[in-house]
């Protein structure tokens, strides 16, 4: 922990490369201006005659690498064209900071030096100057404005000493920890968690000045470490007071005069299907048979806009939210409770508003025709996706004509979706059964059952029907702004990666061709890998070759799905988006004209981004209750498959609960091992053993430590 100590001054002998720095650096800092080997001498206190002539000799080389340039007969000047360029600062704790440019690939990282950070923090926007480069050496930089603050506060345990305190970091994203004057301690007590601003980084200083914005409780207790998460990743820990109240005031009255605006549908037999512990029930399905054999089928959606004025109180909270939060014991709501779990929520037994798109099928699952609709439903039945598995493997229960004839539908929409070239990704999800103090018992995996994706199919057809309506317009009109759900095609090069990687595996992959064949090629690897050691590993590559999806009102299809048109609709109680494309859908239903393309990207690009912190927090959240669950685990020997491998050590996943832990390179003694990031191993150098990706290996539980969610695992040989 680094604590201001004043620097200890010492009589040490500069090195030749300590020498060479220096001047580097002195160039780098004045890098207009020229001078002779004798100006940079006096400039960096060199006075004695041998380290005159060494200062000489690197001038020379200095010029024959092409990093500084002869500007006047024994006047030197920094080759720096002045190249400035703006981007993002990637900020690491040890002190190898990174610079991307902006419309750059990840990969194309330019170096930062701490001393030429300027303090600059993860994530921020800056400006920086590119610095002379020296031959054989990589790019540098050097920030020279911030133009915009990603995050200015951070999460940590404080260490509370007599007059001042430190924040110990939980994520070491900053190389010193926190001052914090005993003024700005806000109460915090030694070994409290807390959200920390910093509010001055002085330029000689080592350590930034910061003050307490919220104490989240005491290290170690479940509801502490659960906030420090979302505070970690900017995402709100408490519902504010004001918002709640608002909501509480909406009338939960239908009145007669809005019911006669609207479909009454609250005769035809209407359901939910929802997870067991699902308190926000958004959408319904409707069943009934036509005189002329077809099928109604109808997809209801919480009308959550009618409650919801654009630009209100609970409409501002619920955009900057964007996304409702599920972490591992506990769901951070988008909406207030009273409209997400009361007067959205499509309950059993209650008439309630829905915006609905009504199929009419066949028996083929062939639509004929449809609409979208305001319509107000009664539903007859809340089941869980247990109750309803069961009536599909008995075919026995409530309703069983109704959900069979769902299900038997479903089943042929998702086998023409595939046949039009979707990606089947059916991943287990990790779930914990937990105290009454959200203390983790047990590991269990939730798989995808048929009543899962029966629900699925109809919500993923009714957003591709709304998605459709708006966007596939005639050849001669301009399509109105939209917001869509897209999906790019994958990256070619991570697939020609992940085709040599299975290769090892004895599997092959089309990598180019039709999008269709290409799609149904990955089927077809995730098919053969199914039940497989490796499958859990190639289908987590497989991913990553994937683009993410997006919120965007550039349309170019959903890749994954193998849709033209795609959108979120059916979610609004949780997701924004879906409200934005419930107004959207109104206003161009009332013949009203389009919205700014430029504003409403905007709000995709903040809804997409926030979706990707939520991801991150829920991920967060698992790894904590995996590392939690596996501390009083220790010395105990379990069969694992390595699921990582970088330089610093091989990442193994234990079998039986899916735990991630890992191996220090550091921990492997018997050999030398060097990194071969190409072919996904490590190789000692002497006895030649090779660690590989996907190989079954036994491991012993080392270590767990919760403040960095991390588990150490020791190798056990067999």
Request: aromatic residues 8%; charged residues 30%.
């Amino acid at each position: 922990m680094a604590k201001n100590k004043p620097p200890h001054k010492t009589d040490k002998r500069k090195t030749k490369s300590d020498i060479i720095n220096s001047i580097v650096n002195f160039f780098n800092r004045n890098s207009s201006e020229s001078f002779s080997s004798k100006q940079v001498a006096e400039k960096l206190g060199f006075k004695k005659p041998a380290e005159k002539q060494l200062i000489t000799n690197i001038l020379y080389d200095l010029q024959e690498d092409a990093f500084i340039i002869e500007t006047a007969r024994g006047k030197y000047k920094s080759n720096n064209r002045g190249l400035f360029v703006e981007g993002t600062f990637e900020r690491r704790s040890n002190g190898k900071n990174f610079f991307v440019a902006d419309g750059d690939d990840d990969s194309s990282h330019v170096f930062v030096a701490e001393r030429n950070s300027a303090h600059a923090m993860n994530g921020d926007r800056v400006k920086v100057q590119m610095l002379a480069k020296r031959k054989g050496r990589d790019p540098e930089a050097e920030v020279i404005e911030i133009l915009e603050r990603k995050q200015n506060t951070f999460v940590g345990t404080l260490d509370v000493q007599k007059q001042f305190a430190f924040l110990v970091m939980d994520s070491k994203i900053l190389a010193n920890d926190i001052f914090i004057p005993k003024e700005n301690l806000k109460g915090g007590k030694d070994g409290d968690k807390a959200l920390v601003e910093i509010v001055e980084w002085p330029q000689k200083a080592k350590n930034p000045i910061g003050k307490v914005i919220d104490i989240l409780g005491q290290a170690g207790e479940n509801n502490t470490e659960m906030n420090a998460i979302l505070a970690e990743y900017g995402l709100p820990y408490k519902y504010p007071e004001r918002v709640e109240a608002a909501a509480n005031k909406i009338p939960e009255e239908i009145t007669k005069e809005e019911i006669a605006k609207r479909e009454d549908m609250r005769g035809t037999t209407t359901f939910t299907i929802d997870p067991r512990d699902a308190k926000d029930f958004d959408d319904a399905l409707s069943i009934k048979q036509l005189k002329n054999g077809r099928w109604e089928i109808g997809v209801h959606i919480a009308d959550v806009t009618h409650y919801v004025q654009e630009g209100d109180i609970i409409d501002k909270e619920g955009e900057s939210r964007a996304t409702s939060i599920y972490l591992v014991d506990r769901t951070i709501p988008m909406l207030p409770e009273h409209l997400s779990n009361g007067l959205c929520s499509l309950r059993p037994h209650e008439d309630k508003l829905c915006y609905s798109v009504v199929f009419e099928m066949d028996d083929e699952a062939n639509i004929k025709k449809h609409r979208i609709v305001r319509t107000v439903i009664h539903s007859d039945r809340r089941f869980t996706y247990e109750e309803a598995q069961d009536i599909i493997e008995t075919g026995e229960g409530d309703y069983k004509e109704e959900v069979l004839k769902l299900n038997d539908l479903a089943k042929k929409l998702r086998a023409k979706r595939f046949d039009n070239g979707a990606i089947a990704f059916d991943r287990h999800e990790v779930r914990f059964e937990i105290d009454e103090h959200g203390k983790p018992l047990s590991v269990y995996f939730k798989y995808a059952k048929e009543s899962n994706k029966l629900i699925e199919e109809f919500m993923l057809l009714a957003n591709r029907t709304v998605a459709e309506f708006v966007g596939n317009v005639p050849k001669n009109k301009t399509a109105k702004t939209f917001v869509y759900r897209i999906h790019d095609v994958p990256n070619s090069e991570k697939m020609e990666n992940l085709s040599e990687f299975i290769r090892r595996f004895g599997y092959k992959i089309k990598v180019d061709g039709t999008k269709t064949n290409v799609s149904k090629s990955i089927n077809h690897l995730l098919d053969e890998v199914s039940g497989k050691p490796e499958e859990n590993l190639i289908s987590t590559i497989a991913i990553r070759a994937m683009a993410k999806a997006i919120y965007s009102t550039a349309n170019i299809g959903h890749y994954g799905l193998a849709f033209e048109y795609y959108t979120h609709f059916t979610s609004p109680i949780r997701r924004y988006p879906d409200m934005m494309v419930h107004r959207l859908l109104t206003r161009y239903l009332d013949g009203g004209r389009s919205v700014s393309k430029q504003l409403y990207e905007s709000k995709c690009e903040h809804s997409s981004e926030m979706e990707q912190l939520a991801a991150s927090a829920e991920r967060a959240s698992i790894k904590y209750k995996q590392v939690e669950y596996m501390s009083d685990k220790l010395g105990q020997v379990f069969d694992a498959v390595i699921s990582g491998i970088t330089e610093w050590g091989l990442y193994a996943e234990i079998n039986e609960n899916k735990c991630e832990g890992m191996i220090p390179i550091r921990d492997l003694d018997d050999d030398f091992y060097e990194f071969d990031e190409k072919n996904y191993c490590l190789r000692g150098r002497r006895n030649k053993r090779i660690y590989s990706l996907g190989a079954p290996i036994k491991i012993k539980v080392a270590r767990a430590n919760l403040e960095r969610k991390q588990l150490d695992f020791a190798l056990v040989e067999e």
